[in-house]
């Protein structure tokens, strides 16, 4: 089968770009989200492609006056990687590793929009995501991360707001395998989604960007962490004993403040200070609109909302979340004040932040 994507020196294997290796949980994707200055207005999109299962989808949100509102959209691919469109969502790479634009088309639902991304820096390559259950190979991924600001516009219900250069937010590109589309039929004994403790905090500064996830197992050792700084210099300092420590918001499982010890006098302590995103709206966890799952021959679109009050702790559309925060930034004796968010998803146990049970609240 032959593609668009042939004519471009991007083979890495003998065959044609439509097969991606043998692994039905293949994907590949583009997620972004951005955010004023004063915190009144996030959004957040993504695009995934999963050539195995001929899918691809995409979705846009938007918080604004306190209600996430959501568009998705999804298709079949017949194989082709590089139509970057899904219904009203559409995607440009301008510059490669540096500008990108994400159109909304007007459609039935009350979003629209044409937002471009400019990077600050090279994208950070985070080390590679490898992770088993038991014998089973459950994610195995590459990921970029990039920093930058946006201009455009976006609307909602007729309402247009613009970005303007103090607009910031962060883009990411990963590609591999983790579960997507269906439930397998017959999944690992020990099951597929028992422990998984994620923190990812990417914050923008005046001149410069922090970088700092964490995926941890139940005894909180920790199989992927990185810290970096990355200086709109183009300098990039990698820190790989950073450790972290969380306070919860009663009765939940969300922090209420954390800091992050990176190492060589430099710490950064981040507080939620603005919007809570339901990462459900861009399809993580949706029973409806989970990544990869076919919704037939057609192209399928759908918007909904979820109100303010429907972002607390206790829905499962609120579990895996990002949270607008204040960053603090202590690098080189200097304290450097920023935004970022702080990305959490934890599901069953994890002994340094006392979590326990399946999805306990925090003590």
Request: aromatic share 12%.
């Amino acid at each position: 089968m032959l593609t668009k994507g042939d004519d471009f020196p991007l083979h890495q294997t003998s065959e044609p770009i439509a097969f991606a290796g043998t692994d039905r949980n293949f994907y590949d994707r583009y997620f972004f989200n951005g955010y004023s200055p004063d915190g009144a207005v996030f959004f957040a999109a993504a695009m995934g492609f999963y050539p195995q299962l001929g899918i691809v989808d995409a979705s846009f949100c938007v918080i604004i006056d306190g209600v996430q509102h959501n568009l998705r959209a999804s298709r079949r691919s017949g194989g082709e990687r590089l139509d970057l469109s899904v219904g009203p969502i559409a995607l440009d790479i301008d510059v490669p590793l540096e500008i990108v634009t994400l159109t909304i088309t007007p459609n039935d639902g009350p979003l629209a929009g044409e937002l471009r991304f400019t990077g600050r820096h090279f994208p950070i390559e985070e080390p590679r995501f490898i992770r088993r259950n038991g014998t089973r190979l459950f994610m195995d991924y590459t990921r970029m991360t990039q920093s930058g600001h946006w201009s455009g516009w976006l609307s909602v219900d007729g309402r247009r707001v613009d970005a303007g250069a103090d607009w910031a937010g962060t883009r990411d590109r990963s590609w591999g395998v983790r579960p997507v589309g269906a439930s397998e039929p017959q999944p690992p004994p020990e099951g597929n989604f028992t422990q998984f403790f994620w923190l990812w905090t990417p914050c923008n500064f005046e001149d410069r960007s922090l970088f700092f996830h964490s995926n941890d197992d139940g005894a909180g050792n920790a199989w992927n962490r990185r810290a970096v700084i990355a200086g709109d210099n183009g300098t990039e300092r990698h820190f790989d004993a950073a450790t972290f420590s969380a306070d919860w918001q009663p009765g939940s499982r969300r922090i209420a403040r954390m800091t992050a010890d990176l190492g060589s006098d430099r710490s950064l302590t981040l507080t939620p200070t603005g919007p809570v995103f339901a990462m459900s709206g861009l399809g993580y966890t949706h029973p409806v609109w989970g990544h990869g799952l076919d919704h037939g021959p057609e192209l399928a679109v759908s918007y909904d909302s979820l109100p303010e009050a429907e972002h607390r702790w206790g829905n499962p559309l609120a579990m895996h979340i990002q949270a607008l925060v204040g960053a603090e930034l202590t690098d080189d004796g200097t304290t450097h004040r920023g935004l970022g968010v702080l990305e959490q998803l934890f599901v069953g146990p994890h002994e340094p932040t006392g979590l326990t049970g399946l999805m306990d609240p925090a003590p």
